[in-house]
C-alpha cells in the first residue's frame, strides 16, 4: 500500500514538473516580448522626437533663409536706388559742367570784346568830351548788361531786377537810345538781346515792379550800406 501512494505521489509530481516548466518558458516569453514592446516603443518615441527636432530645424532653416532673402532684395533695391540717384547727380554735374563751359567760354568772348572796345576808346582820344562821355557810358553800360546776365543765370531774379532799374534811371529806352548809330560788333549786340530778352521776362515775372524794387533794395543795398 505504501509502496503503490508513493507512486502515485511521484507520478503527480513528474506530471506537475511540465507544467511548472511551460509556466516558467510563457513567462519568460510575455517577459521578453514585454522588453521588447518597451524598447519598440522607445525607439518609435525617440524617431517621432528626432523628426519633430528635425522639422523645427528645418522650419528655422526656412524663416531663416526667407528673412536672408528679403534683407538681400531689401538692399540689392536699396543698391539700385543708389544707383540711380547716383546716376542723376552725375547726370546734373554733367550738365551743369557744361553750362559752366559756356559760360566761361561766352565770359572768355565778352572780355576779348571789351578789350577791344577799351582798345578803340584808347585810340580815339582826339574825340570831344560828349563822345567821350557816350563811349564810357556805352562801356559801363556794357559791363554792367554782362553783370546783369550773369546775376539772372544764378536765379537772382530780385538782384538782376535792381540792377536794371539802376542802369535805366527810369528810362526803358537808355539802352536804345545809348546804342544807337553804334557799329557794335557781334557779341555785343548779342548782350543788348541777352539783355532785353531778360528784361522781358522780368517785367512779365512782376520783378521789375518799383515797389518791389523799392523793398528788394531796402532790405538788401540799403542794410549793407548802413553796417
Known amino acids: ?8 505521489e511521484e507520478s503527480n509530481e513528474e506530471k506537475e514538473k511540465p507544467k511548472q516548466i511551460k509556466g516558467k518558458k510563457s513567462f519568460l516569453i510575455i517577459y521578453a ?14 524617431y517621432f522626437n528626432e523628426i519633430r527636432a ?4 528645418i522650419a528655422d532653416l526656412k524663416k531663416e533663409k526667407e528673412t536672408f532673402s528679403i534683407s538681400a532684395m531689401q538692399n540689392i533695391q536699396n543698391l539700385q536706388d543708389e544707383n540711380v540717384s547716383l546716376s542723376e547727380q552725375v547726370e546734373n554735374l554733367t550738365n551743369e559742367n557744361i553750362g ?3 559760360r566761361i567760354a561766352d565770359l572768355e568772348r565778352k572780355v576779348t570784346e571789351l578789350e ?8 580815339n582820344l ?3 568830351e560828349s563822345e567821350k562821355k557816350v563811349l564810357e557810358d556805352r562801356q559801363s553800360a556794357i559791363e554792367k548788361m554782362m553783370w546783369i546776365s550773369e546775376l539772372y543765370s544764378g536765379k537772382k531774379y530780385s538782384y538782376s531786377a535792381y540792377e536794371i532799374s539802376e542802369l535805366e534811371a527810369g ?3 537808355y539802352i536804345d537810345e545809348l546804342f544807337s548809330g553804334a557799329d557794335t ?10 539783355y532785353f530778352e531778360i528784361r522781358e521776362w522780368l517785367d512779365k515775372k512782376g520783378y521789375m515792379d518799383s515797389e518791389k524794387i523799392e523793398q528788394w533794395k531796402a532790405k538788401n543795398i540799403l542794410n549793407e550800406t548802413g553796417n
Request: glycine letters at 4%; aromatic letters at 8%.
Open 126 to 128: 582826339k574825340l570831344t
Open 100 to 102: 559752366l563751359q559756356e
Open 116 to 123: 577791344a572796345l577799351y582798345i578803340e576808346t584808347k585810340d
Open 33 to 46: 516580448l514585454t522588453l521588447l514592446a518597451v524598447a519598440f516603443v522607445l525607439v518609435l518615441f525617440s
Open 1 to 8: 500500500m505504501k509502496e503503490d501512494a508513493l507512486f502515485r
Open 185 to 194: 560788333g557781334e557779341m555785343i549786340s548779342k548782350l543788348i538781346s541777352r
Open 171 to 173: 528810362n526803358g529806352n
Open 54 to 57: 528635425n522639422q523645427t530645424e
